[in-house]
């Protein structure tokens, strides 16, 4: 028996490190032996995937008979809000995406046909050379990261930290298979995965899209995830039912500094090839076929335009020859540049611009314009277009079938079938890490009365996490996961069939006293830059989960926790006050694998023991950031750490629970390029008023779309149409702004118009719920004046003075609501809303 002090770490040989290869090396000797200077660091690729002297000369054939405008349109990728069929048939697009939580027709619900569909009509157009005089297939790339996640009824795997704990590069594979077959039964061609991050601070918001903080099992599961979309290379490389893969985000995105979304990484560049580059060796050495650029920096300067690791490093040394893509227009970022315009992004090596929004047109303009006057030369040009041709003819596209006709395209019973769900409920079982287990509580037999509380146990979208139909994972029910399940429908369906009692109380309220409780509880969804965070503390400001595990425990009855997270947090309190601990990560849609492990059979024989094993370090601290080789390493539980049924590890019931102070910021966000986790935001417009919930919402006066400001939807605009009253409500949750109130303080709009001159612009302040008819509950604050003040099309600051908003408010009433409304037509942009405390705001009077 091993016990884990309060302050320690645990490091056994029963589970340090499951690839059998713990040594006592400081670090993993990957770089090239040969390596003298710079780009020798680099090595040459041995791609599986070797040039076919047939296709360069066709490609030689195809480039001579193109337009200067027909090849510029082959580098123009949008987005399916943004363009129409008669765009794709005058232009001629190379590409084309869908963005996560876009739909066809902005129908979350697009059943696989209307999928289908509309990918029929985008290839008929472009190849109709009525008007662009070009017969070249369009491919159509989506975000398919766990599954194919934007479509409903789809089977959504767990997330890669998951997988990165199961370590089964076999078990990756078939995943990658499973998802390839169900991404084209909607008549997709190309998918942007995998995520090779090696993730090195865990406050980051895509941590859970890498599989490890050690660039090992990245490397290998690269490999293994581009056999399984696109084929192995021998035998059915991009076959009919195989898609284009992308090896992404090139390069570094996960060793950014202290975690932070699109930032800079300051790696040496020994460190960038040995820690963040390991997963490109893997996935192009097996053939994958593209590329995308990153959003982080390198040293200050943003991967986009990056011509040394883009050409010199990637296409040069290491002799990629697929082709590089952007991500959502991460050319903007670059110095210089702006989404419409960035000659400095193909020079630097680019061959796909990802351009959703309008500025698609300009760009195509300007490039056109830069390639004849010189900027951008003829010949970079020509390399981008021989690139993504190459691609598309070694993918087939000009010889294949049409979406609609192709081998699964309308085959919609193999989305979500049975063998593919079974492959999901292994990873789900062989990604659980048990922290603890302390009087081998686990397994639980079903034979027993189990009360199943906290908000995740029955709540699929919680349990599947960010990039779940929508892009922020956020605004699904259960009803969304049609033959999906979760984790409490699980235990429930196993305990009912051994005679035991199962019971659903989320507050953990029971009349009966039950035998044991299983807390399933976690973070709520997020993605990317949206979920990164100030430190690990979980649930820091109001530990709600903490007293729900305590509850119990002063009861009495033993208690499971189940965490659901997509990151290692600090949860030592909640550890403390728990029997058992399990780390579920973000299982995806099917929750119920997790009873095949927690529960014994009707016999109290295990059914499946843990195999999980953490690929990340658990923090010993809110603000520690931990990774496996460090030369000071002393996390709570360690790179490889994982209990099985057969261990008899401890876990103290003492670990310190004293967190460290974290700076926040003044004043209270409600919007700062996304909406703050205390809020909720609506639509409101003619009687009707729905959750905003999506990147797109229209009510028949009003409609709702994020856009980008400085970043990818950091901002919202919305479109008055002046035919009626109607708005936008922020919420409080659970709160109430008698501070910002008492303070006097203001709120700050950050906020652009098209048409300044406008009239009756109200920002009203009001009661909660029903008491907004009561008097003194409700007051506004024409803002008109102000917003005639500004500029057209400028991001710019207006302040209002709290004094005006709450003028004729009862102190007494709990005022929770912030409208912006109006009846006039009108488009405003919104980047940021916020109430501040500064005594220095410039704020003007009241009239």
């Given at each position: 028996?091993?016990?884990?002090?309060?302050?320690g770490?645990?490091?056994?040989?029963?589970s340090?490190?499951?690839?059998?290869?713990?040594?006592?090396?400081?670090?993993?000797?990957?770089?090239?032996?040969?390596?003298?200077?710079k780009?020798?660091?680099?090595?040459k690729i041995?791609?599986?995937?070797?040039?076919?002297?047939?296709?360069?000369?066709?490609?030689?054939n195809?480039?001579s008979?193109?337009?200067?405008?027909?090849?510029?349109?082959?580098?123009i990728?949008?987005?399916?809000r943004?363009?129409?069929?008669?765009?794709?048939?005058q232009?001629?697009?190379?590409?084309?995406?869908?963005?996560?939580?876009?739909?066809?027709?902005?129908n979350?619900?697009?059943?696989?046909?209307?999928?289908?569909?509309?990918?029929?009509?985008?290839?008929?157009?472009?190849i109709?050379?009525s008007?662009?005089?070009?017969?070249?297939p369009?491919?159509?790339?989506?975000?398919?990261?766990?599954?194919h996640?934007?479509?409903?009824?789809?089977t959504?795997f767990?997330?890669?930290?998951?997988?990165?704990?199961?370590?089964n590069p076999?078990?990756?594979?078939?995943?990658?298979?499973?998802?390839?077959?169900?991404?084209?039964?909607?008549?997709?061609?190309?998918?942007?995965a995998?995520?090779?991050?090696?993730?090195?601070n865990?406050k980051?918001?895509?941590?859970?899209?890498?599989?490890?903080?050690?660039?090992?099992?990245?490397?290998a599961?690269?490999?293994?995830?581009?056999?399984g979309?696109?084929?192995?290379?021998?035998?059915?490389?991009l076959?009919?039912?195989?898609?284009?893969?992308?090896?992404?985000?090139?390069?570094?995105?996960?060793?950014?500094?202290?975690?932070?979304?699109?930032?800079?990484?300051?790696s040496?560049?020994?460190?960038?090839?040995?820690?963040?580059?390991?997963?490109y060796?893997?996935?192009?050495?097996?053939?994958?076929?593209?590329?995308?650029?990153?959003f982080?920096?390198w040293?200050?300067?943003?991967?986009?335009?990056?011509?040394?690791?883009l050409?010199?490093?990637?296409?040069?040394?290491?002799?990629?020859?697929?082709?590089?893509?952007g991500?959502?227009?991460?050319?903007?970022q670059v110095?210089?540049?702006?989404?419409e315009n960035?000659?400095?992004?193909?020079?630097a090596?680019l061959?796909?611009?990802?351009?959703?929004?309008?500025?698609?047109k300009?760009?195509?303009?300007?490039?056109?314009?830069?390639?004849k006057?010189?900027?951008?030369?003829?010949?970079r040009?020509?390399?981008?277009?021989?690139?993504?041709?190459?691609?598309?003819?070694?993918?087939?596209?000009f010889?294949?079938?049409?979406?609609?006709?192709?081998?699964?395209?309308?085959?919609?019973?193999?989305?979500?079938?049975?063998?593919?769900?079974d492959?999901?409920?292994?990873?789900?079982?062989?990604s659980?890490?048990?922290?603890?287990?302390?009087?081998?509580?686990?397994?639980l037999?079903?034979?027993?009365t189990?009360?199943?509380?906290?908000?995740a146990?029955?709540?699929?979208?919680?349990?599947?996490?960010?990039?779940?139909?929508?892009?922020?994972?956020?605004?699904n029910t259960?009803?969304d996961?049609p033959?999906?399940s979760?984790?409490?429908?699980?235990?429930?369906?196993?305990?009912?069939a051994?005679?035991?009692?199962?019971?659903?109380?989320?507050?953990?309220t029971?009349?009966t006293k039950?035998?044991?409780a299983?807390?399933?509880?976690g973070?709520?969804?997020?993605?990317?830059?949206?979920?990164d965070?100030?430190?690990?503390?979980?649930?820091?400001?109001?530990?709600?989960?903490?007293?729900?595990?305590?509850?119990?425990?002063?009861?009495?009855?033993?208690?499971?926790?189940?965490?659901?997270?997509?990151?290692?947090?600090?949860?030592?309190?909640?550890?403390?006050?728990?029997?058992?601990?399990?780390?579920?990560?973000?299982?995806?849609?099917?929750?119920?694998?997790?009873?095949?492990?927690l529960?014994?059979?009707?016999?109290?024989?295990?059914?499946?023991?843990?195999?999980?094993?953490?690929?990340?370090?658990?923090?010993?601290?809110?603000?520690?950031?931990?990774?496996?080789?460090?030369?000071d390493y002393?996390?709570?539980?360690a790179y490889?750490?994982?209990?099985?049924?057969?261990?008899?590890?401890?876990?103290?019931?003492?670990l310190?629970?004293?967190?460290?102070?974290t700076?926040q910021?003044?004043?209270l966000?409600?919007?700062?390029?996304?909406?703050?986790s205390?809020?909720?935001?609506?639509?409101?417009s003619?009687?009707?008023?729905?959750?905003?919930?999506?990147?797109?919402?229209?009510?028949?006066?009003i409609?709702?779309?994020?856009?980008?400001?400085?970043i990818?939807?950091?901002?919202?605009?919305?479109?008055?149409a002046g035919?009626?009253?109607?708005?936008?409500?922020?919420?409080?949750?659970?709160?109430?702004?008698?501070?910002?109130?008492?303070?006097?303080?203001?709120?700050?709009?950050?906020?652009?118009?098209?048409?300044?001159?406008?009239?009756?612009?109200?920002?009203?302040?009001?009661?909660?719920?029903?008491?907004q008819?009561?008097?003194?509950?409700?007051h506004?604050?024409?803002?008109?004046?102000?917003?005639?003040e500004?500029?057209?099309?400028?991001?710019?600051?207006?302040?209002?003075?709290?004094?005006?908003?709450?003028?004729?408010?009862?102190?007494n009433?709990m005022?929770?609501?912030?409208?912006?409304?109006?009846?006039?037509?009108n488009?405003?942009?919104i980047?940021?809303?916020?109430?501040i405390?500064?005594?220095?705001?410039n704020?003007?009077?009241?009239?």
């Amino acid at each position: 028996m091993i016990k884990l002090a309060k302050n320690g770490l645990l490091i056994s040989s029963l589970s340090f490190f499951f690839l059998a290869c713990s040594n006592s090396q400081t670090a993993v000797e990957l770089v090239h032996p040969e390596a003298k200077n710079k780009t020798n660091i680099w090595p040459k690729i041995n791609s599986e995937v070797i040039q076919d002297q047939s296709i360069e000369t066709r490609l030689d054939n195809i480039l001579s008979a193109m337009s200067l405008e027909q090849k510029v349109a082959q580098t123009i990728q949008p987005e399916i809000r943004d363009i129409s069929v008669e765009d794709m048939r005058q232009y001629g697009f190379g590409s084309y995406l869908n963005g996560g939580g876009s739909f066809p027709n902005g129908n979350k619900h697009a059943t696989p046909q209307d999928w289908i569909n509309l990918a029929e009509q985008m290839y008929q157009a472009s190849i109709d050379d009525s008007i662009d005089g070009s017969t070249i297939p369009t491919m159509w790339g989506t975000d398919a990261v766990h599954g194919h996640n934007n479509v409903v009824g789809a089977t959504l795997f767990p997330h890669n930290i998951g997988l990165g704990a199961a370590n089964n590069p076999d078990l990756i594979e078939k995943i990658a298979t499973v998802t390839a077959t169900e991404v084209m039964v909607t008549g997709i061609d190309w998918v942007f995965a995998p995520t090779v991050a090696v993730v090195r601070n865990d406050k980051w918001g895509r941590t859970y899209e890498g599989y490890s903080e050690d660039p090992e099992i990245v490397r290998a599961y690269s490999a293994a995830i581009v056999k399984g979309l696109q084929g192995h290379a021998d035998k059915d490389f991009l076959g009919d039912s195989r898609v284009i893969s992308t090896v992404k985000h090139f390069v570094g995105d996960g060793g950014t500094e202290n975690g932070d979304d699109q930032g800079d990484n300051v790696s040496s560049e020994l460190e960038l090839y040995n820690i963040h580059a390991q997963g490109y060796m893997g996935g192009l050495t097996t053939g994958a076929q593209s590329v995308m650029a990153s959003f982080n920096s390198w040293h200050g300067e943003k991967l986009h335009g990056n011509k040394y690791l883009l050409t010199d490093v990637l296409k040069d040394n290491m002799g990629f020859d697929g082709f590089v893509v952007g991500d959502w227009n991460g050319h903007g970022q670059v110095k210089g540049c702006s989404n419409e315009n960035c000659p400095q992004a193909m020079n630097a090596g680019l061959d796909i611009y990802m351009v959703p929004t309008q500025a698609w047109k300009p760009l195509f303009e300007n490039i056109v314009a830069q390639v004849k006057s010189g900027v951008i030369k003829q010949s970079r040009l020509d390399d981008a277009v021989r690139r993504i041709l190459r691609v598309k003819l070694r993918a087939g596209l000009f010889e294949k079938a049409s979406p609609a006709q192709r081998q699964f395209s309308g085959k919609t019973e193999l989305i979500g079938q049975k063998s593919h769900r079974d492959v999901a409920k292994q990873a789900v079982r062989e990604s659980l890490v048990l922290l603890k287990n302390n009087g081998n509580i686990l397994p639980l037999s079903p034979k027993q009365t189990i009360l199943v509380a906290g908000d995740a146990a029955d709540n699929i979208g919680k349990q599947a996490g960010g990039w779940t139909i929508t892009w922020q994972g956020t605004g699904n029910t259960n009803a969304d996961f049609p033959g999906g399940s979760s984790i409490y429908a699980g235990i429930a369906a196993q305990v009912t069939a051994a005679g035991g009692t199962s019971t659903l109380s989320v507050d953990g309220t029971f009349q009966t006293k039950p035998d044991v409780a299983i807390v399933v509880f976690g973070e709520e969804p997020y993605a990317e830059g949206q979920g990164d965070v100030l430190d690990l503390n979980y649930q820091a400001e109001n530990k709600r989960d903490l007293a729900l595990l305590e509850s119990f425990k002063k009861q009495g009855i033993p208690t499971v926790a189940v965490f659901i997270s997509g990151r290692p947090m600090w949860v030592n309190a909640e550890l403390n006050a728990s029997d058992a601990f399990v780390a579920a990560w973000l299982p995806g849609s099917e929750g119920s694998a997790v009873a095949d492990v927690l529960l014994a059979d009707n016999n109290n024989q295990i059914q499946h023991d843990f195999k999980g094993k953490l690929s990340y370090s658990w923090p010993i601290s809110a603000t520690q950031t931990a990774n496996r080789f460090d030369a000071d390493y002393s996390p709570l539980f360690a790179y490889g750490y994982g209990l099985t049924y057969t261990d008899k590890t401890l876990v103290a019931n003492d670990l310190s629970t004293v967190a460290a102070v974290t700076a926040q910021s003044s004043g209270l966000p409600v919007f700062d390029g996304k909406l703050s986790s205390k809020w909720k935001m609506t639509l409101l417009s003619d009687g009707q008023e729905n959750e905003v919930a999506s990147n797109t919402l229209a009510l028949p006066y009003i409609a709702y779309r994020t856009i980008d400001k400085n970043i990818q939807e950091d901002a919202f605009k919305l479109d008055f149409a002046g035919t009626g009253e109607a708005g936008l409500k922020f919420v409080l949750q659970n709160s109430s702004l008698s501070e910002m109130l008492t303070n006097a303080s203001s709120l700050v709009l950050n906020v652009k118009t098209a048409q300044p001159k406008t009239s009756a612009l109200f920002v009203r302040m009001a009661c909660s719920g029903q008491q907004q008819d009561k008097p003194n509950c409700t007051h506004g604050v024409d803002i008109s004046q102000q917003i005639g003040e500004l500029a057209a099309d400028t991001w710019t600051d207006i302040t209002i003075d709290m004094k005006c908003l709450v003028e004729g408010l009862s102190a007494n009433e709990m005022v929770d609501t912030l409208t912006i409304y109006t009846a006039q037509k009108n488009i405003l942009s919104i980047s940021d809303v916020r109430f501040i405390t500064s005594a220095e705001t410039n704020t003007k009077g009241c009239e």
